[in-house]
């Protein structure tokens, strides 16, 4: 069976051609969210190989023998298979948003204490994380791979 391939990034998921990324990734580990938050908002079309972590594929131990997702193959054969070094790669190639220059690092601490970031004069800090969490971006990449 041909393998399913998500646009990250705009308006479909489903079975299309061939991309130039191959995403390995489990829908619901953080490392793998963060990253395809990153591909996603960069624009980059992949592959989306959603993985079952007891029983990983050996194409993706052959990429990256360490076991983890998120990994990243580009189409260079080059293996990048730490999530923070893919959106790194990915907003190094697009950073429409300026998520690498925030204009504050303080969002970080949203989930380990609301009262307390709520609390905070970042008007626009809070917005922008309440923006992403709400956003079509965050659904789609949340999305179930089968639906
Ligand atoms: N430092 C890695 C951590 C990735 C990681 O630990 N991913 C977990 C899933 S959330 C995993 O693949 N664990 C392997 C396993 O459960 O077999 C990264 O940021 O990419």
Known sequence: MAP??????????????AADLILYSF???PYAMRARLAL???GQVCE???VVLRNKPPAMLEASPKGTVPVLVLSNGE???ESLDIMLWALGCNDP???LTPESDSRQFARVDAAW????????VQSWL???VTSERFERIMRHPAT
């Open 130 to 132: 309440t923006t992403i």
């Open 4 to 17: 399913l391939v998500c646009r990250l990034h705009g308006e479909r998921a489903g079975r299309e051609a």
């Open 79 to 81: 293996v990048i298979d």
């Open 97 to 99: 948003e300026r998520w």
């Open 117 to 124: 970031f709520a609390s905070l004069p970042l008007r626009g």
């Open 48 to 50: 989306l190989r959603e």
């Open 27 to 29: 829908r619901r580990c």
């Open 40 to 42: 996603d908002v960069s």
